[in-house]
């Protein structure tokens, strides 16, 4: 299953909502974790089934989306959130990773 | 406290073999999956494969089958990763990554090890 995220990099600002956008070449059903990684760390989960927030992760993060189709959200970011962002399907071996949205600072 | 710890950066020549690892601490280590993902320099993630340590059953993504071997010693709680013959493009990042299940339609990287820079140069 190949999984395309759009856009590639963002530039967004402090206090900005940004949306992030993932689609998979086949319906996966809600099968869709995304991930945050830092420059130099590794990922860290923030939302698996599309939609649930992983323990820890700020509200402001939000996820959407069934079948072919997925969105991140992040409302009002922080000067914390500048990374990069994955989305990946278990619905299928292997499971798949998009290929990243590099989120920086206007 | 669950973590994963990687071994150290390796720096190896074209032709070389290596086996990097992975061991686990803080929970039951037979009880999950171990994922391996590849970072190529300034690149995205890659699921390369997956071992279930309590009985080494392991499946390979079809792009890394016949390049790398995973495996699990549950003796000593450690997965790893190992080639037999590095390429130049073998140089990346290496991450184990714990796999759990979440809920019935989700399999989620929980806990990743620090990662492993793995460099072939000659």
């Known amino acids: 299953i190949q999984m395309t995220q759009s856009p590639s990099s963002l530039s967004a600002s402090v206090g900005d909502r940004v949306t992030i956008t993932c689609r998979a070449s086949?319906?996966?059903?809600?099968?869709l974790n995304w991930y945050q990684q830092k420059p130099g760390k590794a990922p860290k989960l923030l939302i698996f089934d599309a939609f649930s927030l992983q323990s820890g992760v700020p509200s402001r993060f939000s996820g959407s989306g069934s079948g072919t189709g997925f969105t991140l959200t992040i409302t009002s970011l922080q000067p914390e959130d500048f990374a990069t962002y994955y989305c990946q399907q278990t619905y299928i071996t292997p499971n798949t990773f998009g290929q990243g949205t590099k989120l920086d600072i206007k | 406290e669950v973590q994963l710890v990687q071994s150290g950066a390796e720096v190896k020549k074209p032709g070389e073999s290596l086996k990097i690892s992975c061991q686990g601490s803080?929970?039951?280590?037979?009880?999950?999956?171990i994922v391996w993902v590849r970072q190529m320099p300034g690149k995205g993630l890659e699921w390369m494969g997956i071992v279930f340590p309590g009985d080494s059953e392991t499946t390979y993504n079809p792009s890394f089958q016949g390049q790398v071997i995973i495996s699990a010693d549950k003796s000593v709680s450690t997965a790893y990763l190992q080639w037999s013959s590095l390429r130049a493009s073998d140089t990346a990042m290496y991450y184990c990554?714990?796999?759990?299940?979440?809920?019935?339609?989700?399999?989620?990287?929980?806990?990743w090890g620090q990662g492993t820079l793995v460099t072939v140069s000659s």
């Open positions: 803080g929970y039951s280590f037979t009880g999950y999956w």
């Open positions: 990554a714990r796999q759990a299940r979440y809920s019935k339609s989700s399999d989620v990287l929980d806990y």
């Open positions: 086949q319906s996966i059903s809600n099968s």
